[in-house]
């Protein structure tokens, strides 16, 4: 089992044309991932080639779900059209939207999220490097993979990561398969200020899947969310839970890669979200390095074998 995403999953890619959608289309579906359509206003009729496969190209996403019936959107828009394609797939009805593009007016993402939530689709991203669920096959193709996650280095199992950042993400998933440690799910929910989905959100999902059995979480500094997703696992989680924070040597005030990872007050530090960490139970990661050898301690502790 997974969360949010599976192998049979329909996708379509909005922006299939553009150069870094039309590559990452190509790799996922060199995954087995099912793209049935891409969406470029104005080449309706066209079709995106790939070796094993024939993509039809839609104007609209309307039109692309009505010829498919695809549940789930990614979107390689640039910048300054990217919250329309968003609210598209939302107009759309599709289950979920996930945005890779990165440096989304905050505008046009405060706009998304008032219609979001009076909608059935769930947004990941902006800004996120999307999702993968590992399939069976050699590195673990035959699954699903969203976005622009390197899909090779995943392998089937049952460790849940979530994250602000898409490196460490990779960093985890890397250590993780090296172990000889699946994953059931790897989740990058992006580092803008405005985001869909929350860290909180995620491990709701992680910790009502029986297939996962421990979880890896990476954040930063700036906002709340990671101490908010903390203190509902200190109540609710039993699974094993791992945690790093990046930035600890940033200054204050001073923005530091992703939009949204700026110290505003004494709380969105990463030593207060460690602390934070460390009172819930969370085996706390010292460095990049030590995030899968992190999750192992926490699940001896438990007495949960997670290989």
């Known amino acids: 089992m ?8 329909k996708i379509l890619v909005q922006g299939i044309t553009g ?3 039309g590559r990452h289309a ?12 891409g969406v470029t206003p104005g080449k309706g009729g066209q079709v995106f080639e790939h070796e094993q496969h024939r993509v039809p190209i839609f ?11 695809a549940t789930v959107s990614v979107v390689f828009v640039p910048p300054p059209f990217a919250g329309d394609a968003i609210l598209e797939g939302v107009d759309a009805g599709l289950d979920l939207v996930v945005a890779i593009t990165e ?22 991203g902006p800004n996120c490097p999307g999702v993968v669920t590992p399939g069976t096959g050699p590195q673990s ?11 090779y280095i995943h392998r089937k199992g049952h460790v849940g990561v979530v994250s602000r950042s898409g490196t460490l993400t990779y960093e985890a998933v890397y250590q993780l398969t090296t172990r000889n440690i ?33 979880i890896i979480l990476i954040g930063e500094i700036g ?28 200054p204050a005030g001073r923005r530091m890669g992703h939009a949204g990872a700026i110290v505003g007050g004494a709380e969105d530090t990463a030593a207060a979200k460690i602390a934070v960490f460390k009172e819930c139970g969370i085996e706390v990661a010292a460095t990049p390095s030590d995030m899968a050898d992190a999750l192992l301690r926490a699940a001896k502790a438990k007495g949960i074998t997670l290989g």
């Open 141 to 151: 193709t035959g699954g699903c993979r969203i976005g622009i996650a390197p899909g």
């Open 26 to 37: 190509r790799l996922s579906l060199d995954y087995g991932t099912k793209v049935v359509a």
């Open 182 to 214: 699946g994953q059931s799910t790897c989740v990058g929910i992006g580092g803008d200020p405005v985001n869909g989905t929350s860290h909180l959100d995620v491990i709701r999902m992680f910790n009502a899947d029986p297939e996962t059995h421990g």
């Open 103 to 124: 440096g989304i007016p905050v505008r046009d993402m405060i706009r998304v999220k008032r219609a979001i939530a009076g909608s059935k689709t769930r947004l990941l």
């Open 59 to 69: 104007n609209s996403v309307h039109e692309a779900v009505a010829a498919t019936r």
């Open 2 to 9: 997974a969360i949010l995403i599976t192998p049979e999953t």
């Open 19 to 21: 150069d870094f959608g």
């Open 223 to 250: 906002g709340n969310a990671e101490v908010e997703a903390a203190r509902w696992i200190k109540t609710n989680v039993r699974k094993p839970v791992a945690g790093f924070i990046a930035g600890a040597t940033a």
